[in-house]
């Protein structure tokens, strides 16, 4: 395992179980993810992340792994529904302004 949270999952014929990865759901930046395969896939993953990346940040880890531990995987849902709310009025906002500002300027 290599880092704690989740947003999507890969499967790649039988040898990758799961690549998990955290976006910016949480902060940006953070880079922190988690892989499940058979022990010398992981070990060919771990060897290439430590040559691109030279790792994760080891606070970012605790960090994260202490955050999604408070929340538990309900508080982690909550936290995903309210940034797509927060998102969804962002982007509303920006359609509203666009089409106050912008019409007849351009297209979209």
Request: glycine letters at 8%; proline letters at 4%; aromatic letters at 6%.
């Amino acid at each position: 395992m290599l880092g704690p949270c989740a947003m999507s999952q890969v499967v790649l014929a039988n040898q990758l179980d799961q690549l998990k990865i955290v976006l910016q759901v949480l902060a940006p930046g953070l880079r922190l993810g988690w892989a499940t395969a058979a022990p010398a896939l992981l070990e060919k993953l771990i060897f290439h992340l430590h040559g691109s990346t030279l790792g994760p940040c080891a606070m970012s880890q605790v960090v994260v792994a202490n955050l999604l531990q408070h929340w538990g995987e309900k508080g982690f849902e909550q936290h995903v529904k309210d940034m797509q709310q927060g998102y969804a009025q962002r982007a509303l906002l920006l359609h509203k302004t666009a089409e106050e500002h912008l019409q007849g300027l351009a297209k979209w």
